[in-house]
């Protein structure tokens, strides 16, 4: 008689695993709504300012503006002010906020509502008033301190070729902006311990800052110096009242002789700003 083997019991159909929240097959059209109107906001405006500045009455299209700006008078000049001041206003931002964030989480943290407030002062004078206070220091200083070595320097920071004295003032124009960038970035981080850690292991201080702090601030660091470039290369107000003359100033002249010279310089700066955020952005992202 045959052994009677048993029949294989049937294997039931593995069941779809439940979709996960939020990764369900539904579109939303809101989404795409919202990034049309985004770029809309941008773009029309944009786009209304380049076709101004290639319309020429008369002649149709030209790019004639865009061709003037390299030879216009004072836009070399103008433009490397710009990026001069910024640069010393992102290294002398950066130089004294970072150590005061990293040294308030280290080693006073009572002191972080201090520092918090110092930086966020900026916010609440207007620039009227704070251009106000530094044009009246520079007219009584050389009356008061004519006798004494500082009228040289008085003197010296108000060079036109590179004013110091309008770089300091954009540095405390930054403060708010570079202290919320640092403190969101070392608040990401685990500071004492990573710290304590390169410490134990016989790094140095300034072994500390630079292999260990520095690189995992890299975002942080490339957003804060972004928010201080687009703050030096847009203000007017105060470079205009000590009568200095970086980019944003000339813009302004320039655009009461030629206004689709001015137009295609303003459109210019914004494609630059944009190709120098991709840059701070590149420099900033972390290698997988």
Not at 73 to 82: I, V
Not at 145 to 171: C, E, G, K, R
């Amino acid at each position: 008689m045959a052994a009677v083997t048993p029949a294989a019991a049937p294997v039931a159909a593995p069941s779809a695993a439940p979709p996960r929240r939020g990764s369900t097959g539904r579109r939303r059209p809101w989404r795409g709504l919202v990034l049309v109107v985004a770029a809309a906001y941008f773009l029309i405006p944009l786009a209304a300012s380049f076709w101004f500045s290639v319309d020429v009455p008369g002649q149709g299209f030209s790019l004639a503006a865009y061709l003037e700006i390299f030879s216009a008078d004072g836009f070399t000049r103008s433009l490397l002010l710009s990026l001069a001041l910024a640069t010393t206003t992102i290294v002398v931002v950066l130089l004294i906020t970072l150590p005061a964030a990293l040294a308030v989480r280290l080693g006073a943290a009572r002191l972080r509502p201090v520092l918090e407030v110092i930086c966020t002062l900026p916010l609440i004078v207007p620039p009227i008033t704070f251009v106000a206070g530094i044009s009246t220091v520079l007219r009584w200083g050389p009356d008061h301190l004519a006798s004494t070595p500082f009228w040289a320097t008085l003197i010296a920071i108000q060079n036109p070729d590179f004013p110091v004295v309008l770089a300091l003032a954009y540095v405390v124009l930054a403060l708010p902006f570079v202290y919320r960038a640092l403190d969101a970035g070392l608040g990401a981080l685990d500071v004492r311990t990573v710290v304590e850690a390169a410490r134990n292991l016989g790094a140095s201080w300034p072994r500390v800052m630079f292999m260990v702090i520095i690189p995992n601030l890299r975002s942080a660091l490339a957003g804060a110096s972004f928010l201080t470039l687009a703050l030096v290369l847009g203000e007017y107000t105060i470079a205009r009242l000590l009568g200095f003359g970086p980019f944003s100033v000339w813009i302004v002249t320039i655009s009461g002789s030629d206004a689709q010279l001015s137009v295609s310089v303003s459109v210019l700066s914004l494609l630059l700003t944009w190709a120098l955020l991709l840059v701070l952005s590149s420099i900033g992202r972390k290698r997988t």
